[in-house]
């Protein structure tokens, strides 16, 4: 039995004895494709808000929705700010500059989706303004009610926990925002940022405690040498207004990556726990599929296209399953795809940092449970006519298969979430001309 590591312009048969784990390491990625890799990586973030908020809404209603994602967010979001803060090199400092820098780097201001600028004034003040708000444009269909739920009820802790990450003492204020009057106004919105010394100091809420505490939340990622010239290894700089991802070097990219991809699963460890504590961990647990399953299909749709798949037969399944946010990063994850044949391959969960949380959340944790749904999701994204079924080899082993007898075009409920919202339609820019700076 042979494992096969494949992408789709390539292919490399490599041993069972000489490779046990197949993972494709993003280090082998040239700097624009890692640049267009950390925006996809920051839209799944954005799909996975979609599908599980819609989940929410469903399941719970409209006040569920908003009270989580406000725990949700706030859980999530100064844990990994203060990661990657570490990761790029502008760890330790309390001003205004650091806290722009973490927004541009996190996925809740995925780029492009959101068009986003930042002005420093000061080592204690400073504005942002966002000419196009991608979230909003999905919103203002609901009406002006849905638009206060998310720019007022939601943003104004949110963003200050975030804020509260680099300075307790720091606060956003909104020199404008929607609902839009009149209904055209641009920018969307605009806010400042300021550091009073001598303002009472915020103290973190408790999820984002217990949130510190996961092995996501400490696990380390390695910086890589190098393979291509060019770009800023760190962010220790001057505030750029906007920061493409073209800007950083090869090594930074694939750090940024594996950082987003820890972003992705914070987010999803934090909703969960969310819901949890409200609903109990079955209503978790069903949000979670719903989500993965729904977000988890249109990313692959993404990734195959990035790769230049065309989506069908089981190497295109393969290729995509080792770059898809929902097993990345490497140093959380561990699975090994075996291919059996033209149209099977065996999927299985080993022994990882994931599988060793003691909360018992994350889309690890569906998988442990037998609930597939997610993992169905992400292969009929690359091949609709995929399907997971158990392995008789453990609980936590499934094989994919290529059914040419499986006509069947429908789609979850989930995704059909997930297509139809301004999101699925974004068409993201590559920044050539930065890749020579």
């Known amino acids: 039995m042979d494992i096969y590591w494949l992408s789709c312009n390539s292919f ?4 069972l004895r000489e490779q046990t784990l197949i993972k494709k390491e993003l280090a082998k990625y040239s700097r624009l494709q890692l640049a267009q890799l950390g925006r996809e990586y920051m839209l799944c973030a954005q799909f996975n808000s979609r599908t599980g908020y819609a989940a929410l809404r469903i399941n719970h209603g409209d006040e569920a929705y908003k009270e989580v994602a406000i725990a949700n967010w706030m859980g999530a979001s100064p844990v990994y700010t203060r990661r990657m803060q570490k990761a790029m090199g502008f760890a330790g400092g309390t001003d205004v500059a650091t806290i722009f820098k973490g927004l541009q780097l996190e996925c809740g201001f995925t780029h492009q989706y959101f068009d986003v600028h930042f002005e420093v004034s000061s080592a204690d003040s400073g504005r942002f303004w966002l000419n196009s708000c991608g979230a909003l444009l999905e919103t ?39 609902p839009r009057v009149p209904a055209n106004r641009e920018p969307h919105c605009e806010w400042t940022v300021s550091i009073d010394p001598a303002a009472e ?19 380390v990622i390695p910086r890589p040498k190098s393979t291509q010239s060019g770009g800023m290894d760190y962010y220790d700089g001057s505030v750029f207004e906007q920061l493409q991802l073209e800007q950083l070097s090869h090594a930074a990219l694939v750090v940024v990556c594996s950082e987003l991809a820890v972003q992705v ?3 999803v460890v934090g909703l969960m726990y969310a819901v949890a504590e409200r609903y109990g961990e079955a209503a978790a ?40 946010p929902a097993f990345q990063p490497s140093e959380y994850w561990s699975i090994q795809l075996t291919r059996l044949d033209d149209t099977r391959a065996l999927f299985e969960l080993l022994d990882c940092p994931a599988s060793a949380e003691d909360l018992p959340y994350g889309w690890h944790a569906l998988l442990a449970r037998g609930m597939i749904g997610g993992l169905q999701g992400i292969v009929k994204g690359v091949d609709i006519r995929a399907q997971v079924v158990a392995s008789e080899k453990s609980s936590l082993a499934w094989e994919i298969i290529i059914d040419g007898t499986d006509v069947s075009s429908e789609e979850m409920l989930s995704v059909q979430i997930a297509k139809g919202t301004v999101l699925y339609q974004t068409k993201l820019q590559d920044y050539i001309q930065l890749l020579q700076l």
């Not at 490399?12 to 041993?15: M, N, Q």
């Not at 915020?202 to 217990?210: L, N, Q």
């Not at 399953?293 to 990734?303: C, I, T």
């Open 201 to 219: 100091e915020v103290t973190e809420p408790e999820i984002t405690r217990v949130m510190s505490r996961t092995r996501l939340a400490n696990i």
């Open 12 to 15: 490399v048969l490599i041993s």
């Open 285 to 324: 647990m069903t949000v979670a599929e719903f989500q993965m399953a729904g977000s988890g299909w249109v990313v692959s749709e993404r990734l195959k296209i990035w790769l230049g798949c065309d989506g069908e037969g089981i190497d295109d399944v393969i290729s995509v399953l080792q770059v898809h």
């Open 265 to 267: 699963h914070l987010l």
């Open 140 to 178: 203002e269909p609901r009406g002006p009610d849905a638009v206060k739920v998310m720019c007022h009820d939601i943003e104004d802790p949110t963003f200050n926990a975030t804020a509260i990450a680099t300075n307790a003492r720091a606060r956003m204020v909104p020199v404008h925002r929607p």
